[in-house]
Structures are given as C-alpha cells and as structure tokens.
C-alpha cells in the first residue's frame, strides 16, 4: 500500500494577500522609526549580514505586491523569501508555515483579507476638473487639423504616439480659436500642452508649451495658483523600472523622453531649487518603490546648483544619489536627439559595476506538487 503524505495546496497570492509583511518584518527583525510600513525600517533579516544601520525598507511593486529589500547588502524578496531566510526552511514550507500564520485551513473557505497598516505616504492633490475638462480637449485637438504644429514639435523631440497617448500629451491651438475659463493657460499662441500626472497617474497641473517663444515672449504658461497648486513635481506615466532607479529630470520633456526609455522618471517643475519638502516626496516614492535615485540635471551652471542642492538634502535623508549629467551645453532630451546610445551612458553612470540579478525577483502564482 503506497502512503501518500498530504501537502495543502496554497496559492501564493492568497497567502500574500493576508500577510501584511510591515507585521512581519516587525516580528522577525528589530525596526527603526515610522509607524507604518512605509518610511520604517528594519535591521537586516539575514543572518551573516550585520547590519548596524537598518538598511531595510519596504515597497510595492510594479504590481501592487509588498517587498523588501536590503540596501547595504542587496538582499530582498516577499514575505515568502522572508521566512525562508529566518527560519531557514524551503519555500514550501515558508509558504505552509505563512498559510496557518493567516489562519487558512485546508478544506475551509479563506479568510477575509485583513486590512494593511500599510498606506502611501503621497499627499493626493485633488485634481481640478477645470484643467481635466482642457487636458481633454486639447488631447482631441492634437489629432486633428489645428494640432499639425504640436505634433510636429512633440516629434521633433523624439516622443512617440504611445507616450503622448499615455501622458495625455494635447495641443492648444491658442485663445483665439479654444475659448477657456479664466485661470487657465493664457493661450497666447499655439501650444503644445503637457499635464502633470501625480504618482497614482492622475492629471493635478498642466503646462502649456509654446511652439514659438519669440512669439510669445515666454516658453511656458501655467494654470493660476488658484485653479490649482503647483505640484513642483510630475510624475510620467510608468513604461518601466530600468536600472532600478528614479531619474530626477529638469522639465517634463526630458522626464517624457526618460519614461519612453523605460526609465522610472520624475519632472522637477519651474525654476525654484528644489527644497526640503520636495526632497521628502523623491526620497519617499523612491523609497516606496524600492528605487535608487540619479539626478539627470543639465549640464549649465543652474543644473549643477541643482544638483548640488538636491544631492546635500537627499544625503540628510539617509539617500545616496547619483549624478547623471549630459554632454555640455545639452539637456536630456537634446542628448536623446543626438546621440542613440544615450541610455547605455546612463545605465553605465548608474551601476559602475555590473550587478547581478538575484533569483527571487522571478514571481510564480502557484506551485504544483
Ligand atoms: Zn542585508
């Protein structure tokens, strides 16, 4: 008679799902500061690892799931890859041992997904329904007849259709032919017109770009502070997590031109230094996504303050960034123009040495035994 030993089949999302991994690390691992999961941090669960500075903080992923990751030791995974390294077990059973954690029992319907400490730190802009409404007449006419010139520009700095659909990248075709409410860009003259997303893709501020600033005497016109408050920051839609790492940007084209490279990008908006405050929204996000940061200013005097400025305030959060700086005289997005392999000299500033990528970032929705 053959026995058979029987194994519960669990499905790793469902175990994910009810493991609130800030609760974890908590129970496994000393922490440091933040009540919730994001913004605290935890000395390293690894066993040879001495961490004496608590290098480990938490993010979401690309797809919504909780990881950690080890920044002294580049050591990182779920809450699977948690277990496996506390209690040194395989996988399988970290995964049995998380299921009873949560109360799953086989045979018995799952238990209710529990409610995470966890939140985002982001403060949520409401987004003005004023600049929505014109965002979306200006995306309807970029593709017609009065949108010939903004298109031409958009191309002209290397932007493809798939992220100006995704940014929602429109043209205003100036006061004279698109009546508007008070508040809104003035519409001098034709425009190209860039909205600022904020983290969760949302439209909080849009900038009209002139096609000719000699016309108008001026590159960029903004909504009134009272329709909307300038955010300082814009966030491209996402088109990827390359070399890990938030590509700090001088103006929406240049952020643009990045993300269409797969590089997660953020624009610093107007002229101002950047401050305290913005150097906590970059050093949170960052941290919430599990990116490094590179500074992608340009290379004139003004990036160089800005680079400086913004590396000393990352540094008194605990932030190492790196300085990514283009040819002189050429910003990120003429650097795109000019030269094709301009990404490869990005990649290459941002890991000097080649890094290599661990087993644990592959994600398997279920296990057959
Ligand atoms: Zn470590």
């Known amino acids: 008679m053959v026995h058979t030993e029987q194994r519960p089949h669990w499905r790793i999302d469902d175990v994910l799902d009810r493991t609130d991994l800030a609760a974890l690390l908590d129970e496994v691992t000393p922490a440091v500061g933040g009540s919730a999961g994001f913004g605290r941090k935890w000395h390293c669960p690894i066993a040879d690892h001495e961490d004496h500075h608590a ?5 979401r992923n690309r797809h919504g799931h909780e990881r950690w990751r080890c920044w002294s030791g580049d050591h990182r995974g779920d809450a699977i890859d948690l277990v496996v390294a506390v209690r040194h077990c395989y996988r ?4 049995d041992w998380l299921a009873t954690r949560a109360g ?7 238990p209710a997904i529990p409610v995470r400490r966890t939140q985002s730190l982001t403060v949520a802009v409401e ?3 004023v600049i929505e409404h ?8 970029l593709s017609g007849p009065q949108g010939r010139g903004a298109r031409e520009w958009l191309r002209a700095r290397g932007l493809t259709d798939d992220t100006i659909q995704a940014n929602r990248i429109g043209a205003d075709p100036g006061r004279i032919l698109l009546r508007r409410e008070r508040g809104l860009p003035y519409g001098s003259d034709a425009a190209a017109v ?5 983290p969760s893709g949302r439209v909080v501020y849009v900038q009209a770009r002139y096609l000719d600033p000699d016309v108008t005497g001026r590159k960029y016109d903004n909504p009134s502070a009272a329709l909307a408050p300038h955010p300082r920051l814009a966030y491209p839609a996402p088109n990827g997590e390359r070399g890990e790492v938030l590509l700090v940007c001088e103006g929406l084209p240049d952020a643009l031109i990045a993300s269409q490279m797969g590089f997660r990008a953020v624009a610093l908006l107007g002229a101002q230094t950047p401050d305290q405050s913005v150097a906590s929204r970059l050093a949170n996000f960052a941290s919430e996504h599990g990116l490094a940061i590179a500074i992608a200013a340009d290379s004139d005097p003004a ?6 400025t913004l590396t000393e305030l990352l540094r008194q959060r605990n932030v190492d960034a790196v300085s990514v700086t283009p040819p002189e005289g050429l910003d990120l997005n003429a650097w795109a123009l000019v030269d094709p392999s301009w990404h490869d000299w990005i990649d290459r500033a941002i890991h000097p040495t080649p890094t290599v990528e661990i087993a644990d970032e592959l994600e398997i929705d279920c296990i057959d035994l």
Request: glycine content about 6%; charged content about 15%; overall charge neutral.
């Open 104 to 110: 799953m029992v086989p045979g018995r319907p799952l």
């Open 134 to 141: 014109y965002v979306r007449l200006c995306e309807s006419v």
């Open 127 to 129: 987004p003005s329904p």
């Open 92 to 95: 399988i059973d970290a995964i």
């Open 55 to 59: 290098s480990v903080t938490m993010f």
């Open 194 to 198: 860039l909205p600022a997303l904020d």
């Open 303 to 308: 990036g160089h303050r800005l680079t400086a």
